[in-house]
Nanobody, 125 residues
Framework: QVQLVESGGGLVQAGGSLRLSCAAS????????QGWFRQAPGKEREFVAV????????YYADSVEGRFTISRDNAKNTVYLQMNSLKPEDTAIYYC??????????????????WGQGTQVTVSS
């Protein structure tokens, strides 16, 4: 069982930055791909970014490409999401997720086995 705990959310003005963290409880953290998803009120959960187990590969949703950066520190069992140039439409609950060995595409929720409880990000205009 893997427990994921997000932190770093909050209220920020448009154009500002936040860095989210997701700490994992497992010693096998480095074996998992790590993703970030978000869910805005009244909308479905959507893919934001993913980093593979080694950190060598990253992928982003078009809506955040060039503004967000995902990274990981396997020694600290932590994955990060640096969010710059935030927009009001980035307002959502952000979830981190861990998965491995799935046949589902990395940008879909079923590809991940474990989820955090989420952290709220609110961007004011």
């Amino acid at each position: 069982q893997v427990q994921l705990v997000e932190s770093g959310g909050g209220l920020v003005q448009a154009g500002g930055s936040l860095r989210l963290s997701c700490a994992a409880s497992t010693r096998t953290f480095s074996r998992y791909d790590q993703g970030w998803f978000r869910q805005a009120p009244g909308k479905e959960r959507e893919f934001v970014a993913v980093i593979n187990w080694s950190g060598a590969s990253t992928y982003y949703a078009d809506s955040v490409e060039g503004r967000f950066t995902i990274s990981r520190d396997n020694a600290k069992n932590t994955v990060y999401l640096q969010m710059n140039s935030l927009k009001p439409e980035d307002t959502a609950i952000y979830y981190c997720a861990a998965g491995r060995g799935s046949s589902y595409s990395y940008y879909t929720a079923p590809a991940y086995n474990y989820w955090g409880q989420g952290t709220q990000v609110t961007v004011s205009s």
